[in-house]
């Protein structure tokens, strides 16, 4: 079993930044990959960034890429997700989630990931 916890959300102006993390505890492995989801008021949960445990594969949402920069530290079994130049769009509960190991994609697919954290709010105001 993983267990996921997030923090760092909160509530920031419009153009401001946070910074999101994921610590994972637990049996996690080499081959997991690991994104981030948001899920906005009514709306289905949606992909935002995926990173493998190496670290040299990531992948991100076409709307958040450029503004958001997913990463690792294996040291402290921990991911990130920097985020940006934040749109009142952006506010959502965040999550972050990890597959089974050996899971080889799609990294964008919520049926993929199979430990999820409780989320973390982010509200961005205008």
């Known amino acids: 079993q993983v267990q996921l916890v997030e923090s760092g959300g909160g509530l920031v102006q419009a153009g401001g930044s946070l910074r999101l993390s994921c610590a994972a505890s637990?049996?996690?492995?080499?081959?997991?990959?690991w994104g981030w989801f948001r899920q906005a008021p009514g709306k289905e949960r949606a992909f935002v960034a995926a990173?493998?445990?190496?670290?040299?594969?990531?992948d991100y949402a076409d709307s958040d890429e450029g503004r958001f920069t997913i990463s690792r530290d294996n040291a402290k079994n921990t991911v990130y997700l920097q985020m940006r130049s934040l749109k009142p769009e952006d506010t959502a509960v965040y999550y972050c989630?990890?597959?089974?190991?050996?899971?080889?994609?799609?990294?964008?697919?919520?049926?993929?990931?199979?430990?999820w954290g409780q989320g973390t709010q982010v509200t961005v105001s205008s």
């Open positions: 989630a990890a597959t089974q190991s050996g899971y080889s994609g799609p990294y964008y697919s919520l049926t993929g990931y199979v430990y």
């Open positions: 990173i493998t445990w190496s670290g040299t594969i990531t």
């Open positions: 637990g049996r996690t492995f080499r081959s997991q990959v």
